[in-house]
């Protein structure tokens, strides 16, 4: 069925490394939310992106779409324990009436 | 200023039992949907609605029914329960849906065991 496709699955980093987390879709959306999931707890929307090549900062967290609209990703900075969780991207469904979202990445951070 | 409120939390039904689950938001939302999350999964989307007596079913429809009678409710009916509904379930709510706005507000989730 209709689903973005993120990669990687898992990935575990040392604080105060960088993590990358992609999003990828086979048509073009018209804009990408992004979510966070901490262990336990539910998701939490952190941004919306909308056009294209658009580039999104929240501290050390930058979004971006790409500029065919098919593609997203979020790079967090110098990541911090408190960073750790399930990052989801999510596209809107064929009618826009729903949020679709991908399967999540999960960050994990060592001190 | 509750936001989304999901009853119960936990709930461990027998095989076979109905149930319905609960969800209430008061910040006067249109679309409103629920979603099951399993490991490995993702979040899959169940059933969704658009306002009040609209509904429609989404990615994993099958032995769940919903209803939309109040912009406030929207409560999930498990009919005959069966272990592969074993998740956790999450609803959901927005104001502008999947256009440009504010994103979706999520409820604290109901754990649901099936046994």
């Known amino acids: 069925g209709q689903q973005v496709m993120q990669i990687p699955q898992y990935q575990h980093v040392q604080e105060g490394e960088d993590f990358t987390t992609y999003c990828n879709s086979s ?14 707890g539910h998701p939490v929307f952190l941004i919306q ?15 971006q779409f790409g500029e065919a609209k098919k593609n997203s990703s979020l790079h967090i900075t110098a990541t911090q324990t408190t960073d750790v969780g399930t990052y989801f991207c999510a596209q809107a469904n064929q009618a826009g009436t729903a949020l679709i979202f991908g399967k999540g990445t999960t960050l994990s951070v060592s001190s | 200023n509750a936001g989304v409120t999901q009853t119960p939390k936990f709930q461990v039904l027998k ?18 949907s629920w979603y099951r999350q399993d490991p490995g999964m993702g979040l899959r989307l169940i059933h969704y609605s658009v306002g009040a007596g609209i509904t429609d079913q989404g990615e994993v ?11 406030e409710d929207f409560p999930l009916r498990l009919l005959s329960a069966a272990p ?24 604290s989730g109901t754990r649901l065991t099936v046994v």
Not at chain 1, 55 to 63: E, G, H, Y
Not at chain 2, 15 to 32: F, I, V
Request: proline residues 2%.
């Open chain 2, 84 to 107: 592969s509904q074993t998740s956790v379930y999450f609803c959901a709510s927005s104001y502008s849906g999947t256009g440009i706005g504010y994103g979706y507000t999520f409820g």
């Open chain 2, 15 to 32: 095989t076979g039992q109905s149930m319905t689950l609960q969800c209430a938001q008061d910040m006067n939302h249109e679309y409103m």
């Open chain 1, 27 to 40: 048509t073009t959306l018209s804009n990408i939310q992004w979510y966070k999931q901490r262990p336990g």
């Open chain 2, 61 to 71: 429809p099958n032995g769940y029914n919903v209803s939309r009678s109040t912009t």
């Open chain 1, 49 to 63: 992106l909308v056009k294209s090549g658009e580039v999104k900062k929240q501290k050390r967290l930058t979004f």
